[in-house]
C-alpha cells in the first residue's frame, strides 16, 4: 500500500499597512482612525445616527438666522423689484414716488438712484443684454435707461416712448430684443420701433402682470382684472387659452427648469402651480398665507419658489409640495408687495409699504463665506441624517416649528376652523342628499371657473 507524503508550507505570513491610510500629511492634519465598517461590530449605529440627527435639527433652529440686512433709501412704498440676468450683485428697486435705485448686494449700499417717473413706478425688467433696464409708469410712458457694469445710471432715459395709456407691467424677451407691456391691451415692441408691432385683447378688462417664459421664449402669461390667466404664443395673431379663476391673480412665475410650469399668487390666500399642458386642474395648491398673496419668484433651481403677502410674511415652499418649508418676518415689517430670489440662490429680497427693501438668506441656518473642506463635509453629513430621519416624530416636530408673530397665529387657526367647517358643512350635505347630487371635487379644481381656447 503506498503511502503519501504531505509537504509542509513553510512560507511566512505577515502584517502589510498601507502608510497613506495612518500617516498625515501634514501635523495640522487630524491623525486617521482605523475603522471597520462590518456592520455587527457597530449595534447600536442607528441610534447613534438619530442622535446626531437630532442634534443636527436643533443646531439648525438655533443658528435660524435669515434677516442680514434692511436696504434703507426709498422715501414711498416699495413698487416694483428686478435682477439682471447676468448680474449677480445687483438689483433694481423702485417706489411709489417714481423712483428707482441700484443696490450693490456685496456692499449692502444703494450705487445709484434716479427719479424716472412721475408717479408710480408700474413695472420694471432688465433688458436681456444687462447693459440697460426698462420701466413704465403712472405717467404713460417707457423708458430705457443705461446701466453700466460698475452700476452707474443714466440720469437721463436713452429712449422713451409716449402712450396714450398706462402700462401696468413690462417684460423682457429672454433671447430677442423684444419686450412686451400690458394695460389695455398686450403690446409686442420690437428693436427700435416707436409703435408695437402686435397687440393683443382678449375681452374687455385690462391686464395688470405679463412674464415671459424663460425656456419656451415665444410663449408668455398674462393675469387680468377680470380674474383670469391667458397665454400667448407671440408669433400666432391670438390668444392660447383662458383660464377663469374665482379670485384674482396678483403674479405669475414661470418654473427657470421645467417650460411648461408656472405658479399663480392668488387672492384667495393660496398658490396654484399649473401644467399648461392640462389647465383643467391645477398641478399643485400651496396653502399656509392668510392674506392675499402679492408675489411669487422661483429660484435659479426652479426646485423652490418664494412668495410674498398680505399678511406681512415671506414664505419659501418647495415646488412639489403644499405647504411651506419656511416662513420670515419681523416686528416692523407691514404688508410685502414684492419678492425676489437672487441669481445665485443664496438670497431672498422683500419690498413692503415701509419703504424698505429687506435682504433674507434663502436658508436661513446656511453659514455665509468660506467653507473649509471639514466645515462642507459636516455640513453635508448632517443633511444627509435630517433626510434620513425626517419623518421621525420628534425630529419632524422640531424642524416643523416656527415661532409666528400673534396675528399669523390667532388668524390662522381661525382659518383651519373655517375650512374644516366647511368640509363638515359639504360631507353633510353629501350624506342627507341624492347620491351623486353632491358630487366630489377636488381641492386643486375648486378655483377654476372656466377654461377657453
Given at each position: 500500500m503506498a503511502t503519501v507524503v504531505r509537504k509542509k508550507d513553510f512560507s511566512l505570513?505577515?502584517?502589510?499597512?498601507?502608510p497613506e491610510n495612518y500617516r498625515r500629511e501634514t501635523k495640522l492634519d487630524i491623525h486617521k482612525a482605523p475603522q471597520n465598517p462590518e456592520s455587527y461590530l457597530h449595534p447600536f449605529a442607528i441610534e447613534r445616527e438619530y442622535q446626531r440627527a437630532l442634534n443636527a435639527t436643533k443646531l439648525e433652529r438655533v443658528f435660524a438666522k435669515p434677516f442680514l440686512c434692511g436696504l434703507e433709501g426709498h422715501r414711498d412704498n416699495i413698487e416694483c423689484l428686478a435682477k439682471f440676468p447676468t448680474r449677480l450683485s445687483h438689483v433694481l428697486s423702485a417706489a411709489s414716488d417714481g423712483e428707482i435705485r441700484l443696490w450693490d448686494l456685496s456692499t449692502k449700499k444703494c450705487i445709484s438712484n434716479v427719479v424716472a417717473h412721475d408717479g408710480l413706478v408700474r413695472g420694471m425688467c432688465a433688458h436681456r443684454s444687462g447693459n440697460f433696464f426698462l420701466s413704465c409708469g403712472q405717467d404713460a410712458n417707457v423708458k430705457f435707461w443705461a446701466c453700466s457694469e460698475e452700476g452707474h445710471v443714466t440720469q437721463e432715459p436713452v429712449r422713451t416712448i409716449l402712450n396714450k395709456h398706462v402700462y401696468q407691467s413690462i417684460d423682457h424677451h429672454e433671447k430677442d430684443?423684444?419686450?412686451v407691456t400690458c394695460g389695455q391691451s398686450l403690446d409686442v415692441w420690437a428693436g427700435d420701433r416707436a409703435q408695437p408691432y402686435?397687440?393683443?385683447t382678449w375681452g374687455l378688462d385690462s391686464m395688470h402682470y405679463v412674464k415671459f417664459n424663460r425656456i419656451e421664449t415665444h410663449l408668455l402669461a398674462v393675469a387680468a382684472d377680470d380674474r383670469s390667466i391667458m397665454l400667448y404664443d407671440i408669433r400666432g395673431g391670438a390668444g392660447v387659452q383662458k383660464l377663469v379663476m374665482r379670485m384674482k391673480t396678483n403674479a405669475i412665475s414661470w418654473n427657470p427648469m421645467q417650460a411648461y410650469i408656472f405658479t399663480a399668487a392668488c387672492d384667495d390666500y393660496n398658490l396654484y402651480t399649473y401644467d399648461i399642458r392640462n389647465l383643467a386642474m391645477a398641478a399643485n395648491k400651496h396653502e399656509d398665507h392668510i392674506a392675499a398673496v402679492m408675489d411669487v419668484d422661483y429660484a435659479p433651481t426652479g426646485k423652490?419658489?418664494?412668495?410674498?403677502g398680505y399678511d406681512r410674511a415671506v414664505r419659501i415652499f418647495n415646488a412639489v409640495e403644499g405647504h411651506s418649508r419656511d416662513v420670515y418676518t419681523t416686528k416692523r415689517?407691514?404688508?410685502?408687495?414684492?419678492?425676489?430670489?437672487?441669481?445665485?440662490?443664496k438670497y431672498i429680497l422683500s419690498g413692503s409699504d415701509e419703504m424698505n427693501v429687506r435682504l433674507w438668506k434663502?436658508?436661513?441656518?446656511e453659514k455665509l463665506g468660506v467653507l473649509k473642506p471639514r466645515e462642507k463635509t459636516a455640513f453635508n453629513t448632517a443633511e444627509t441624517l435630517k433626510r434620513t430621519f425626517k419623518d421621525h416624530p420628534e425630529i419632524k416636530r422640531i424642524s416643523r416649528h416656527r415661532h409666528l408673530p400673534?396675528?399669523?397665529?390667532?388668524?390662522r387657526k381661525e382659518l383651519r376652523e373655517i375650512k374644516e367647517a366647511q368640509k363638515r358643512k359639504e360631507s353633510n350635505r353629501r350624506f342627507h342628499s341624492k347620491p351623486g347630487a353632491v358630487p366630489f371635487q377636488p381641492e386643486?379644481?375648486?378655483?377654476?371657473?372656466?377654461?377657453k381656447d
Open positions: 505570513k505577515v502584517l502589510s499597512r498601507n430684443d423684444t419686450f402686435q397687440s393683443y423652490e419658489f418664494a412668495t410674498a415689517m407691514q404688508r410685502v408687495n414684492h419678492i425676489l430670489w437672487s441669481m445665485d440662490n434663502s436658508k436661513a441656518a400673534k396675528l399669523i397665529f390667532s388668524q386643486r379644481k375648486k378655483q377654476i371657473v372656466e377654461l
